[in-house]
Structures are given as C-alpha cells and as structure tokens.
C-alpha cells in the first residue's frame, strides 16, 4: 500500500515569490494534517481536515498562507508570498478516520527561502 | 508555558541502559496520547499510543498519569538502533500538540 506522497520534496525560492506544496495521503484517510517543521522542534499543526471540512486551521498564518483539499481526497498548501522566516519542512500526514488516531506522514517538503 | 514541554536532552546511555522520558501537558481536557519516533531527516512515525492503563511492547514501556497531566516513555535494553528523538504527542478537540522531542544516543 502507498504511504502519503508529498511534491516536491526539496524547494529552493527567493522570498516574495509564491510556492505551492502538494499532498496525497493513504487511500481511504478521511483525515488530513499540515505541518511545519523547524530544525530542532516537533511538527507544528498547521491545519487539520477531515473530508473536505476545515475543522482545525487556528495555527495557519491566513494572511500568506492557504490550504485546500477540495474532493477531500489529495490537498494543497500555498504560501504567498514567502518570507526568510517560512523556511522549514512541510509534512502532511494523514490518519484512516475520525477521532484522534495514529497518523501516518509523509516524507515532507524542505523549503528554503533565500 | 508551552501546551506539551519534554526534556530536550541529549540523553546519552550504553547499550543496555534503561532510559526514560516524560512529557507533561497543559490542558486537562486532552484525551488520546501518544509516542513518536523521528529519525535524523525522516517523517515521524508512530511508537505506540499510551493508555491510561499504560501499556507495553516490548522493551517500550509508556504510562499515562492524568492527575500530574504526564506521559512517560521507558526504554529497557536499549539498543543502538534506538537512537533517534522522540516526541510526545497529546491531542483533544482536534486539537494536536507535538511536543519538542527528546534525543536519545545509544552508544556501544
């Protein structure tokens, strides 16, 4: 069985530009995470899914940032327009059902703002 | 004071040492806890989940005390293939808080 796919793995952009990562989680998971992740610390919620529906996005900066997951089956991340402060690994995991459940992540994106 | 805080270590222990962690968290309403295991440039993957009755696989230990709002983690026989760091992770109300990991070196 494929475990959660994320693109790119690796993104080099200048800061003010946009990037976009994209996630397709394991078949069948009803719920889907964004993470960031800084060197040193644990992942960082960004927002949580479950279908289509946004139930937790508290934690997403909406003023550059943005998600989607519009057949609530694979989903977006949008930054725009990225900041030096934005560079980081950007996980997606994903977990079979309502309810809190083990999640299983992806291989992340590592972004680097210059 | 942040939601979930563990010892950031380094711990470093022989192969054969037995070595803890505890996590404490903030919000009494929290409800499903867990472990993580994260390898250096790798995706965190799930240890085992921890259960107010504590529970054990293995050589891993984990045990839940929710009137001192912690979790723990034992580790008996470490092996050097134990090395990695390891998160707490607390959730509730769709609420997920991964704490900041703790970084375990076994060395022979």
């Known amino acids: 069985e494929a475990g959660v796919v994320q693109s790119p793995r690796y993104k080099i952009i200048e800061k003010k530009q946009p990037v976009a990562f994209w996630c397709n989680p394991i078949s069948g998971h009803n719920t889907l995470y964004w993470y960031l992740q800084n060197l040193g610390q644990g992942p960082e919620l960004l927002i949580r899914y479950e279908n289509e529906e946004a139930v937790d996005d508290s934690q997403l900066p909406k003023d550059r940032f943005s998600a989607e997951r519009l057949k609530g089956v694979d989903s977006t991340l949008k930054i725009q327009p990225a900041e030096l402060g934005d560079s980081a690994v950007y996980l997606c995991?994903?977990?079979?059902?309502?309810?809190?459940?083990?999640?299983?992540f992806g291989p992340g994106t590592r972004l680097t703002v210059l | 004071r942040k939601e979930v805080e563990q010892d950031p270590g380094p711990f470093n222990v022989p192969e054969g040492a037995t070595v803890a962690f505890n996590c404490t968290y903030s919000n009494s309403a929290s409800q499903s806890f867990f472990w993580y295991r994260q390898d250096c440039r790798k995706e965190p993957k799930l240890l085992m989940s921890?259960?107010?009755s504590g529970n054990e696989d293995g050589r891993f230990t984990a045990q839940l005390n929710r009137a001192s709002q912690y979790i723990s983690l034992l580790i008996r026989d470490s092996k050097l293939s134990d090395s990695a760091t390891y998160l707490c992770?607390?959730?509730?109300?769709?609420?997920?808080?991964f704490g900041a990991g703790t970084r375990l070196f076994v060395k022979a």
């Open positions: 992770v607390v959730m509730g109300g769709f609420k997920t808080i």
């Open positions: 995991a994903s977990s079979p059902s309502d309810g809190d459940n083990e999640q299983f």
């Open positions: 921890v259960y107010s």
